[in-house]
């Protein structure tokens, strides 16, 4: 092993026993016979119910719902806290929606508006093509494109960049992608996916609830048409990751049925990968009724996420959306997967974010390791690891590591 190079291959799969861990674990004390019970049936590694979730997301005081939610995610990942290098680039600002929540759309004939040509594209990938294993693709509802132009955009970049996985494309822009281009979801998929798409990244799932959607996001895919979208990418294996956005003008009751309906679809299919909720960012949206999400609902929500989705691997700590301190904060109370190196953002940066968009590995490495985590980057799939380390960790769950 060099000296001069930290990386270390990391040869492991994740532990598909994680739930006799929990039953190992003692359950923290709470005063609230209710709640008591609640918890109790959790670290016996029963599911929750829809009620119960709603009433541990309201009425449990945080410090408990962060135990409960970092033992269970250091139930099946131990102190492992992924990342990956990875770079945004958004193929289009213009769309033909005006979803209020969203302060990224721009009319076709915006000044500001651009629809990044192949060259565009490629471009904007070159400089980083060394250095990042994903680009993460998404954008407007193009008034023009058919799917013939994310095909020649995907087919080139990964004919120039064969090691970069393509994550791209929300349910919304396959959608659109199938009106425009007049067939079905399924063959747009199946295109998509011979031209080089690897990973749906689950976006525009917002709250699954059709009467906020036509509140908040009129005119965009209704529940039923994501959740269909994602079913037909997991049947065609395409793996993706499902989102949330929270803090509109959603019920704690809307969040949780959100859940159950991503909870159910993942155990017909499994093909989630991850889970991503982040609040709403308030900045030039016209959403004035928004209620708005605290510190404290976020890590909230992250804890609850964790419990409910018992089936999805990965919950991720949207670093883009939450900012450095609580997204790291945000991996003591379940989250395990801590977003990428990311590059360059535009969606959550106009809407008011200011996390940090220059990183290197070293310094999202830092903020792991500041709360006892061990950093491991990750591919796009979660299929290949490596453990990120300048000394030898002390707790490695007992799996084999592979010294290059
Ligand atoms: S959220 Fe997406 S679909 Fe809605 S306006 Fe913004 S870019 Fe368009």
New binding site residues.
């Given amino acids: 092993m060099s000296n001069n190079n930290p990386w270390i291959n990391h040869n492991f799969t994740i532990d598909d026993k994680w739930e006799n861990n929990i039953l190992g674990m003692s359950p923290p004390i709470v005063n609230d016979p209710i709640l008591t019970n609640i918890v109790s049936n959790i670290y016996s590694g029963k599911r929750i119910s829809n009620e119960d979730a709603v009433i541990l997301h309201d009425m449990c005081d945080l410090p408990t719902l962060a135990i409960i939610g970092n033992d269970l995610k250091n139930a099946r990942h131990g102190s492992h806290v992924y990342y990956n290098r990875n770079l945004h680039v958004n193929t289009t600002n213009v ?1 033909v ?3 209020r929540f ?1 302060a ?2 721009r009319g076709p004939k915006s000044n500001d508006a651009y629809s990044l040509s192949k060259s565009d594209y490629i471009e904007k990938i070159q400089p980083y093509s060394e250095i990042i294993t994903e680009v993460h693709s998404v954008g ?2 193009h008034n023009e494109w058919t799917i013939d132009h994310y095909e020649e955009l995907f087919r080139t970049a990964k004919h120039k960049f064969p090691n970069i996985s393509i994550k791209a494309l929300t349910a ?1 822009e396959i959608k659109h992608l199938s009106t425009m281009s007049n067939i079905p979801v399924t063959e747009v998929l199946i295109r998509l996916k011979d031209s080089g798409l690897d990973v749906l990244p689950g976006g ?1 799932a917002e709250i699954l609830d059709d009467d906020i959607r036509n509140i908040i ?1 009129k005119g ?1 895919e209704s529940s039923a048409e994501y959740i269909s979208i994602h079913r037909t990418a997991h049947e065609l294996g395409i793996p993706s990751n499902c989102t949330m956005l929270f803090g509109t003008i959603e019920t704690t009751k809307d969040r949780i049925n959100h859940l159950e309906k991503l909870r159910k679809l993942q155990d017909e299919t499994g093909g989630f990968q991850c889970f991503v909720p982040y609040p709403f960012l308030a900045d030039h949206t016209r959403l004035p009724e928004a209620e708005l999400a605290s510190a404290n609902e976020i890590l909230r929500v992250i804890a609850i996420s964790r419990i409910m989705l018992d089936n999805i691997p990965h919950i991720k700590s949207y670093r883009m959306n939450l900012g450095d301190d609580i997204a790291t904060l945000a991996l003591l109370h379940g989250a395990d997967d801590f977003d990428g190196t990311v590059g360059r953002e535009e969606i959550m940066h106009l809407a008011g974010s200011n996390a940090e968009l220059n990183h290197l590995d070293v310094n999202l490495t830092d903020l792991i390791i500041s709360i006892g985590g061990i950093p491991i980057e990750r591919n796009t799939m979660y299929s290949k690891f490596r453990l990120f380390r300048r000394d030898p960790p002390d707790d490695n769950m007992g799996l084999p590591i592979a010294y290059s």
């Fill in positions: 769309c929606l005006a979803c969203c990224f759309r407007g509802l919304v525009g996001c965009k």
